[in-house]
């Protein structure tokens, strides 16, 4: 399975498409959005092009490939114009052997982990800054932010097609 792993669209109807356009590239089977997807939070600037309406008519077309977890900008009216399920705090998905925790980050992060037993991968949004952690007995890893990168991070997200890849809109390879 080829699974591609994105967040914080924040309402940007300019980086959804790109990140929609890296998606189809990609050939990835799945989407796994971790959180933060129409609202762009009142910490952030407004993301470029701004239109939560266009992400909704977006994202909605593939509601049978995408997976997702809560964000802390996500809220039941958001589940009302959506048609595949947002509201969930984590997933758990078990690839090649391995469990990965998907939750946004803002319950579920290094400072306050969830059960898992070594080997497992803490996959986490909401910091929008990439990151491939070896933590001792887990491995935490993040995206960055599709729409609003931090600390001087690129607008972009990850692979996994068996190994973890962390790639810019243009699909180039980040270094993480």
Known sequence: MKLMIASDIHGSSFY????????RR?????LLLLG??????PRNDLPREYNPKDVIDMLNP???EILCVCGNCDTEVDQMVLEFPILAEY???ELNGKTIFAAHGHHYNPQNLPPLKPGDILLN??????????????TYMNPGSTAIPKAGSAHGYMIYDG???WKDMAGNILTV
């Not at 990609?26 to 799945?30: F, G, I, N, P, S």
């Not at 933060?36 to 939070?41: A, P, T, V």
């Not at 910091?127 to 933590?135: D, G, L």
């Open 62 to 64: 593939l509601k049978n």
């Open 125 to 138: 949004g909401h910091t929008h800054i990439p990151a491939n952690q070896n933590m001792g007995t887990y």
């Open 16 to 23: 959804c498409r790109l990140m929609l356009d890296a998606y």
């Open 163 to 165: 190994t973890f890849t």
């Open 26 to 30: 990609e050939q990835a089977d799945r």
């Open 91 to 93: 997933c758990l998905l």
């Open 36 to 41: 933060d997807i129409l609202y762009h939070g």
